[in-house]
């Protein structure tokens, strides 16, 4: 990807991409491994595999690039270093809990609920981005906290209206999938939009009429809580997007004045995956 001295990263943790034991693929390009030198340390690390993922992993390292950025937004660990110190990837803490899809039996609580929408108040007004990839896999569970993270930055865009608005659509079908498991109303509402209006649209209007959800999933209180939490969170938001103060996140990297910032495919194998930026097409 880039020298490591040439980035704001410099002196940040890093580990050797041959200091690396597999021990899950999530994704071609996404793996949990741990250390040979510390087993009990397990990472999710995250490589940069093709052209387009370059651009896209240098923008999710610059929105993380503060430690602690905030208690539901999962943070960089370490950066993976290749031969010449080049960076090839980038590690977070493993979440034993999984994300949503993983574990549908868990009983999901409202408080998670509203740690969501406080870490979208943060990225959306502090930050002026939104998150733009919202659904079940990219939402953990850290049971040990008992707090929801958010991870996977990648597709994180300015905080525009329609953005927003776009987001705002993208957490109530993701608490409606959650709560129903009905992962087939989603998709027929992009169809009907695309036959109807030639576009793409993830409007929530055919599941908020709904009188009711119906409920298939475990939950530590009644469905209409959650769905009462979820209108006000909105309606205040829609009152308040005036105030958003739009940032484009950076997507290249910073150079050192010795000018040596360049990029290099990595070599561990890794074919990488297309960008899914439709929810519909994540495998639930």
Request: charged share 25%.
């Amino acid at each position: 990807m880039a020298y490591l001295a040439d980035t704001v990263f410099a002196d940040w943790p890093t580990a050797r991409y041959a200091g690396l034991n597999v021990l899950h693929q999530f994704t071609p390009r996404v793996h949990l491994v741990q250390l040979a030198d510390n087993p009990e340390t397990r990472l999710v690390v995250k490589y940069i595999t093709n052209n387009m993922m370059k651009g896209n992993i240098w923008k999710e390292m610059n929105i993380l690039k503060r430690q602690q950025l905030h208690p539901s937004i999962l943070p960089i660990d370490r950066f993976i270093l290749h031969n010449n110190n080049y960076i090839v990837g980038m590690a977070t803490k493993f979440v034993p809990g999984g994300n949503l899809n993983h574990n549908k039996n868990r009983t999901f609580k409202l408080k998670w609920l509203k740690q969501l929408t406080e870490a979208l108040d943060f990225l959306h007004f502090d930050q002026g981005i939104v998150h733009g990839d919202l659904h079940m896999d990219n939402i953990l569970i850290d049971e040990a906290a008992d707090r929801l993270v958010l991870c996977d930055f990648s597709m994180a865009k300015e905080a525009t209206e329609q953005n927003l608005m776009d987001e705002f659509w993208s957490v109530t079908w993701t608490i409606y999938e959650l709560i129903t498991l009905d992962f087939k109303a989603e998709e027929e509402q992009v169809q009907n939009s695309q036959h109807q209006y030639g576009v793409y649209s993830l409007n929530t209007e055919s599941i908020e009429k709904l009188p009711s959800w119906p409920v298939r999933a475990k939950l530590d209180c009644d469905a209409e809580a959650f769905r009462k939490y979820l209108r006000e969170w909105i309606k205040m938001r829609k009152e308040t997007l005036q105030s958003v103060k739009a940032r484009k996140p950076e997507t290249m990297a910073n150079s050192s004045e010795q000018g040596r910032s360049q990029w290099e495919e990595p070599t561990h194998g890794c074919h990488g995956v297309q960008s899914r930026t439709i929810r519909i097409n994540y495998q639930h």
